[in-house]
């Protein structure tokens, strides 16, 4: 870890005066990361670098961590052990430079707010304490919604979208935030077919941008379409690269172990994209 | 049935009181910690008669500082217990509160004898009494607990209304207020201080038993009503105040027709906050009884079934 700070910074410093919004050095360095629930670890001992502007999948079975992965980086969680730099540098150093999707699931849809009050939200840390949401904000809430494709429902109560309408909003929430790195947590959970569209899409315009995600992701048969890099993931990270040289039948198998069902699904997965 | 100017001090006592308690009420409701203000409200109990016993007087000053202290321990400590214990969350509260609950009435009761703290004054409230206790202010004689009660309503809408954005988004998804930096712990103990403090003060006009009503009831009725949180908050201050005009309306007739004298204020409060919920519930449009068997969600024809109803995985 030392020796990547000190190989970064100054590259870093020179690179922040030439291009002020657009930090040097790699997006997510995770050494030795162990978090524990109840003294039962979870992660272990884990290791990633990521370099500048990949998309990135992270897969896995059920429990394998991934989830808390992206928590112990943003320090929602304790770790246990091991450190995290963004860009370089502690988080809390870096706040401005991180976007953050959580899992759908994890707020209440019945909430009384507006798609627009929600994506507002992006806007809240440039705001800070006490100031309030005025034009420019909601402008730029609206934009957001508008480059998710449902600017028509800005005014719309949450509980009245639908499941992959609510994605959009999580996702133009996101935008607003105008991070360089970008957490995501399984924005592909059961979402309609044009929403899937719609990410892709925006994935893509977030990348041509140099901008890097980190995307939880359950469907192995669309990994090697969305991702050009990919963590497999269980407790222990089993291999993190380009996914053309890392996503293959023997690492899959590593990570998902005896789950034959899932491995026969990755097989095929891969042999479509073969052919 | 007479109206004398006491009755009107009654109503605006219990109506500032209401108020007070909606607010913090709302954000209490949308995190789903309703019973986390029964808690508190019972839990401040021991910090009242310490600050009681150490000063030796009913000065407000000192009694809201021990309840704003017991009130951010009672948190404190049912987070503690939820994590290290592994309990669950409501266990949790039940060992928390009850536990000091019983040491603030074994405090109170050892002091009584001495001291002018009555428990069942504290328990259920003595608002018909409030017009006897009163101050001078601009040269008025307000009754102390209209005062004390117009006080914190004020103190805690000037603290709503400053730090709305940041409420809101710490209780609708606390992850990404943390991520902002916007700190989910600081708000929350802020809420709960709120609520250890707003119960002081509402516990000479409705006791620490009916104070839940005051804190929960207005809330969720105003939250069938609409789907914007500034309109939330106005509804259940409204919802709030007029269950203490109708509940001390009730007081004094309701039993007369009967042939009794007349019942407890607070009592009829916390029952006419509950029979506004009722009526509400019944007549709601969208969302209410009459209109859902009307409409049969027709006005709602392109939701599909899934994401809508999904579950906060778990409050704090």
Redesign the interface.
Known sequence: MNRIFKKMSPAGDAAVENLSDHPAGHPLSVHDLTVAY?RKPVLWDVDLDIPDGKLVGIVGPNGAGKSTLL?AC???IPRTSGEVAIYGEPYKNQ?HL?G?V?Q???????????AL??VA?GT??K?G?????GKKERDLARHALEQVGIGDLADR?I??????Q?QRVFLA?ALA?DAQLYFMDEPFA?VDAATEQAIVKLLQELNSQGKTCLVVHHDLATVAKYFDWVILLNMRVVASGPTAEIFTPENLEKTYGGQLNLLNQAVQALQSIGK | MTWIPEDSWIVLTGALCAMACALPGCFLVLRKMSMMGDAISHAVLPGLATAFLVTGSRASLTMFLGAAVVGVLTAVFTQWITRLGNVDQGAAMGIVFTTLFALGLVLIRSAADKVDLDPSCVLYGAIELTPLDTVTLFGYLVPRATLVSGIVFLLNLGIIVALFKEFRLSAFDSGLADTLGFSSHFLHYLLMVMVAVTTVAAFEAVGSVIVIAMLIVPAATALLLTHRLGLVLLLACLFGASSAFLGHLGAITVPTWFGFQDTNTSGMMATAAGFLFLIVWIVAPRTGLVAQFFHKRTDLPDLPSQGKKARPTASR
Request: hydrophobic residues 35%; without cysteine.
């Open positions: 109840h928590k943003l320090e929602l706040r991180v953050y959580p759908r699931e994890s707020v209440d849809w019945d909430f009384p707010v507006s009050d929600v939200m809240y840390r705001l304490w006490l100031k309030r949401v109560q509980s009245q979208l639908s499941g992959g609510q929430r935030q059961a």
